[in-house]
């Protein structure tokens, strides 16, 4: 059974930071590429970086510079430190796998406030 757990979501100011964690099982990981996607009210989900098995790393043009995803295998999670977060950052974030046929986590939300 394959599942993939959110965790580190919260409210945040302007300029502040954020780690969210993915904790995935059911699969084997180290294979895989984990992505975060995220959502705002009103707005298709995006993409906002992905990892690949090998560690290649993609990132949504909002976010370059300011965030990093990174995996550690041993653990089976994925991560998203936020840094330099803005009100647009708002969003229910998603951690997902391509293991077949596709399988996406619960949601964090992300909330920028002042």
């Known amino acids: 059974q394959v599942q993939l757990v959110e965790s580190g979501g919260g409210l945040v100011q302007p300029g502040g930071s954020l780690r969210l964690s993915c904790a995935a099982s059911?699969?084997?990981?180290?294979?895989?590429?984990l992505s975060w996607y995220r959502q705002a009210p009103g707005k298709e989900r995006e993409l906002v970086a992905l990892?690949?098995?090998?560690?290649?790393?993609n990132y949504g043009n909002s976010v370059k510079g300011r965030f990093t995803i990174s995996r550690d295998n041993a653990k089976n999670t994925v991560y998203l430190q936020m840094n330099s977060l803005k009100f647009e950052d708002t969003a229910v974030y998603y951690c997902?796998?391509?293991?077949?046929?596709?399988?996406w986590g619960q949601g964090t939300q992300v909330t920028v406030a002042s």
């Open positions: 059911g699969f084997t990981f180290s294979r895989y590429v």
């Open positions: 990892i690949t098995s090998g560690g290649s790393t």
């Open positions: 997902y796998s391509n293991y077949r046929p596709g399988y």
